[in-house]
């Protein structure tokens, strides 16, 4: 193999590697793929899936426990935390299974092993059985993140992990602070909140989800904390110790020094791009520890492109898909088939959290005028059975146009509801047009009719 020819060699098997390895390989181009680890990459096997996996499993023990005020009466309800690392476990086996099938398919090569970049557009495949060096027409770099290690003294000590190390733990434990209040952090708390654990949250920024509007912020603390979660934002952790068999942590709230101790810390601060010992030789432009890419993802050497995480921007698996086909697609001499800019951000909470577009601050901070639209789901007759919590829906749309600019949702099922929102917004509807389509009754997508009509008629 290492004399032949490729049309594209992709380093990294992640949601953004095997989509543009497997797109490019639909459009007639030979394709081969490098992976040291799993196929899938962060988000198949230690991201997204596995923590929704938890996320379903922890949210139907807090269902069964509160069963009762449905007419279901469910004692000693209980959590077996092997058997639900098992189904967690074959889960993402199911669908790394799946990803292989999807390559194979589209006749896609694979090379197990570290991907090196080296110049002339050759990669090195560095692997027990040796070395093997690749040649392509282009190259695509798509080697993700890690999380990213706080400076705090003491992290380094047993009992403290970031969230990859969460996965391994064998047992829940008895009481967990968590340092972070991004999405990993509040999807964290959440899981084991609801297995039973006493939780504390620790946010180092002045509300939750900060990327996101204040609003979500706010009312998702609440949530947690009515779920049992003791949530502090604004602190400022100074240091971990160990306490006899718990470890403590010291934090500054409100300029006081206070502290909090557990069984085990996790720690979501962020992630980095990955980029250890890829490059040899050969080392495109880099911004901020991310690597340089212009519009079309091609880096400062002519035929190497890179997307995802390493390229920064949003860390989601599905922007880095779009990525991935558009740079593909670019590849092959077409026009981008996907909309890279409209983006939705998703926090699987319960409820669950979507952002699109621009929300009112954004919008007014680029001086358009806009008009909002509101709805509470407290009238919505599937929130209404399902007794859902703090939901709500949040539109912006241009006060001249009538386009639609941006949504946020809190609210049961709101990830499934974000496609429609993305493609209004991206393809520029008004409320008006959105308002002509009928939505089932009863369900929570019908919420958003209501909010659309308190766009047009209330603001």
């Given amino acids: 193999m290492s004399a032949e020819q490729f049309d594209l060699v992709v380093i990294g098997g992640g949601p953004g590697g095997y989509t543009a390895a497997v797109r490019a390989a639909k459009l007639g181009m030979r394709a081969v793929l490098i992976e040291r680890q799993e196929l899938g990459g962060t988000c198949l096997n230690r991201g997204c899936i596995p923590t929704a996996a938890m996320l379903h499993s922890a949210g139907l023990c807090r269902q069964l426990r509160e069963s009762e005020r449905f007419g279901i009466c469910a004692e000693g309800v209980s959590v077996d935390y092997p058997k639900l690392l098992a189904y967690r476990r074959e889960t993402v086996q199911m669908l790394v299974q799946g990803v292989e099938q999807m390559l194979d398919i589209a006749g896609v090569a694979r090379l197990s092993g570290t991907g090196t970049l080296l110049p002339g557009r050759r990669a090195r495949v560095t692997s027990e059985d040796g070395d093997t060096v690749l040649t392509g027409k282009n190259i695509l770099l798509a080697t993700g993140s890690k999380a990213r290690v706080p400076d705090i003294p003491g992290v380094d000590l047993p009992g403290v992990a970031d969230s990859d190390g969460a996965l391994a733990w064998e047992s829940i434990p008895d009481s967990l602070t968590v340092i972070g209040g991004g999405v990993i952090g509040v999807e964290y708390a959440q899981i084991f909140a609801d297995l039973g654990s006493r939780v504390t949250l620790l946010g180092t920024r002045a509300r939750l ?26 602190v400022t952790v100074e240091r971990i110790e160990r306490d006899g068999e718990l470890l403590r942590c010291r934090f500054t709230e409100k300029e006081e020094k206070k502290t909090v101790t557990s069984q085990k810390v996790l720690y979501a601060v962020g992630r980095v791009p990955y980029t250890d010992g890829l490059f040899e030789g050969a080392a495109p432009e880099m911004a901020g520890g991310r690597i340089a890419v212009n519009e079309h993802f091609e880096t400062s050497i002519p035929g190497v492109y890179a997307i995802g995480d390493v390229i920064g921007g949003p860390q989601l698996a599905h922007l880095a898909m779009a990525q991935g086909t558009t740079a593909a697609e670019r590849m092959a001499g077409l026009a981008p088939s996907v909309d890279v800019a409209t983006v939705p951000y998703c926090v699987y909470t319960d409820p669950e959290i979507v952002s699109v577009g621009l929300t009112e601050a954004q919008a007014k901070e680029k001086g358009v005028p806009v008009r909002t639209g509101k709805c509470v789901l407290g009238g919505n007759g599937r929130s209404a059975v399902s007794r859902e919590e703090r939901g709500f829906m949040w539109l912006v749309t241009d006060r001249e146009t009538g386009k639609l600019l941006g949504a946020q949702l809190m609210c049961a099922r709101a990830g499934d509801m974000a496609g429609e929102l993305v493609s209004a917004v991206s393809n520029g509807f008004t409320a008006e047009q959105l308002m002509r389509a009928i939505r089932p009754h009863p369900t929570y997508n019908e919420a958003l009719s209501e909010a659309l009509r308190a766009s047009v008629i209330f603001s």
């Fill in 209 to 234: 989800l900060p990327s996101m509007d204040r609003e979500i912020g706010q009312s998702l603390k609440m949530v947690l904390k009515k779920r049992g979660v003791d949530v502090r934002t604004g």
